[in-house]
């Protein structure tokens, strides 16, 4: 049989690029090679695509530098940045594409549209789900809406005056503070007093033009991988106990030994199936597909559970959460991917 031609799509304009080059890394390692006509393309922090054997030196130029939060150096191995084409070169035959990616531009929409305009095929969620997982207000209004319970908020917009008085009336301190459309903790923060929260929008806003600020509900934290399209199922549940910080901040996250992740949780079955059943709600209100990931809090004041956020194209190392949760279900990473693949391929049909 023939190889299916397998574009994967790795960097980006956000602040995440650094954490997309190390997904992409693995799973382009990962994918049996018997399978599959791997065709990289890097997209650089200024927009441009890098196909091919561009794409795999932009790739393995940059990757050492993939380390540090705040982006990494581009490094253009000849490609003339200035070029009004975006394309390094004509994009060759591609059955189906798979976006490692993360954040703005290549996460919320953007990059699923322009995929969708060039006839490209792919994986994870649509224009509308992408669009809607990323912005974190809008999709706790449609998590509100399925009856799942949310914290309160606040939206702080850019060049519009607010007051933190008011805020912190509202809301009560401490406050999460975080960009509105970026994930992996990336410009996030926690305040606990009116200077902090100040610092913190100041921050927030340097990764975008708006910024939510979230009541902190103290308590145990999970994760719920969804895979699937027409029905849906839940991974096995996570829980995430941070070692670094009093939360699952970037430090947390990718830092070594910054958190230790239970899989499965250890936690009681109706507890399991509770936040298991309310991943499954969100990926179904929201209208994602082939695979996302929810996270949830377990309040300690009130012992209910709250939404924080999906995303639509989760981790991709063989050590993040989703892949890890595939494992405790009985899937290796490889064979992971051949199922989030095959699943698309499938829906595409």
Request: some cysteine.
């Amino acid at each position: 049989m023939a190889k299916l031609k397998l574009a994967v799509i790795f960097g980006g304009q956000s602040g995440e690029h650094e954490v997309s080059l190390r997904s992409a890394n693995q799973v382009m390692n990962a994918l049996n090679k018997d399978k599959y006509e791997i065709i990289p393309i890097a997209i650089t922090k200024t927009g441009q695509w890098l196909v091919g054997e561009e794409g795999k030196k932009y790739l393995e130029n940059n990757l050492a530098k993939a380390g540090q939060e705040g982006g990494v150096a581009v490094e253009r191995d000849g490609f003339e940045e200035n070029r009004r084409d975006i394309f390094s070169e004509k994009l060759p035959a591609i059955d189906l594409a798979l976006p490692i990616v993360h954040g703005s531009y290549v996460e919320d929409g953007k990059l699923q549209g322009m995929l969708e305009m060039l006839g490209i095929p792919y994986v994870f969620s649509g224009v509308l789900a992408s669009a809607l997982a990323m912005n974190k207000r809008k999709t706790k209004i449609v998590a509100k809406a399925a009856g799942l319970k949310i914290a309160k908020d606040v939206v702080v917009s850019k060049n519009k005056k607010y007051k933190t008085e008011k805020i912190i009336a509202k809301i009560n301190l401490p406050i999460v503070v975080k960009p509105l459309e970026l994930g992996s903790s990336v410009g996030t923060s926690l305040a606990n007093s009116k200077e902090e929260l100040e610092k913190g929008i100041e921050k927030a806003l340097e990764y975008g033009d708006e910024v939510l600020l979230e009541q902190f509900i103290k308590g145990r934290e999970f994760t719920v991988a969804i895979m699937g399209t027409k029905s849906p199922k839940a991974l096995p549940v996570i829980e995430i106990i941070p070692k670094v910080s009093g939360w699952f901040d970037y430090r947390a996250k990718y830092e070594a030994g910054g958190s230790e992740e239970v899989c499965p949780a250890q936690i009681l079955d109706d507890v399991r199936k509770k936040i298991q059943s309310y991943a499954v709600k969100i990926f179904k209100a929201v209208g994602c597909r082939d695979l996302a990931r929810a996270d949830f809090i377990w309040s300690e004041a009130d012992s209910k559970l709250y939404f924080l956020e999906i995303n639509t194209i989760p981790g991709m190392t063989a050590t993040s959460l989703a892949p890890q949760a595939a494992k405790t279900a009985g899937m290796e990473f490889p064979d992971f991917l051949d199922k989030l693949i095959n699943g698309a391929r499938k829906r595409i049909k």
